[in-house]
């Protein structure tokens, strides 16, 4: 499980020991902007799952970034959608944030 810390002014993720890489991560380190993902209602109560953990956001004027950390089948709801991780071996990175076609969650 990770833990987050209230550091130097902000919120900061601290790593204790590296893995081997043959390891499968629990968690995914992801950057998601609107104008990829399109806008995100951080407000509402539904915008994200529940195991989802913000570690940054911002807004400013008509655009949105952050950085959230992810396990596999976590999502994030957008205007486009609802977009989930997806963690495969044969991605390129290991995962991929998805857009739901038919919106109904696994």
Known sequence: MHDLVFACGGNRVLFRRKVAQSRRPDYFLLA????????????????KSE???PIAVSHIGE???????????????STLGIWQLRVAP????GA????LEDAALN
């Open 96 to 99: 991929s944030l998805e857009l």
């Open 90 to 93: 044969n991605l390129l990175h």
């Open 51 to 53: 195991s989802l953990t």
């Open 32 to 47: 998601v902007s609107s104008g990829r993902f399109g806008a995100v209602s951080f407000e509402a109560s539904d915008w």
């Open 63 to 77: 655009r949105q970034e952050a950085m959230l950390l992810m396990k596999a089948g976590d999502w994030v709801r």
